[in-house]
């Protein structure tokens, strides 16, 4: 069955980084774009960057363009998250995620699987 499992969250003060990554099981990693998302407390989950399945094109969400980048290792079935200049209003809950289509797509529901997500807090 497909599986992404998150790691690499954690509690940083702001001005860090941390690399998120996620392992994928299951299926033809590299047939598939590919997704991370994040959910705050009473927010609505937020698409933050993705990754085609070649890994050749990428998007971001206009907040962490410059700050965050996508990657993927078609070998490994990994796809990490790196996130440089972590501010406290990027704490939240970080998602990955499998994408339904060939090319990256913003909306949660062009994804199909998800992770259970791993907790980033970031103090100030």
């Known amino acids: 069955q497909v599986q992404l499992v998150e790691s690499g969250g954690g509690l940083v003060q702001a001005g860090a980084s941390l690399r998120l990554s996620c392992a994928a099981s299951g299926f033809t990693f590299s047939s598939y774009s590919m997704g991370w998302f994040r959910q705050a407390p009473g927010r609505e989950r937020q698409f933050l960057a993705g990754i085609s399945m070649s890994g050749l094109t990428t998007s971001y969400e206009d907040s962490v363009k410059g700050r965050f980048t996508i990657s993927r290792d078609n070998a490994k079935n990994t796809v990490k998250l790196q996130m440089n200049s972590l501010k406290p209003e990027d704490t939240a809950v970080y998602y990955c995620?499998?994408?339904?289509?060939?090319?990256?797509?913003?909306?949660?529901?062009?994804?199909?699987?998800w992770g259970q997500g791993t907790q980033v807090t970031v103090s100030s």
């Open positions: 995620a499998r994408g339904r289509y060939a090319s990256t797509r913003m909306i949660p529901s062009d994804y199909d699987y």
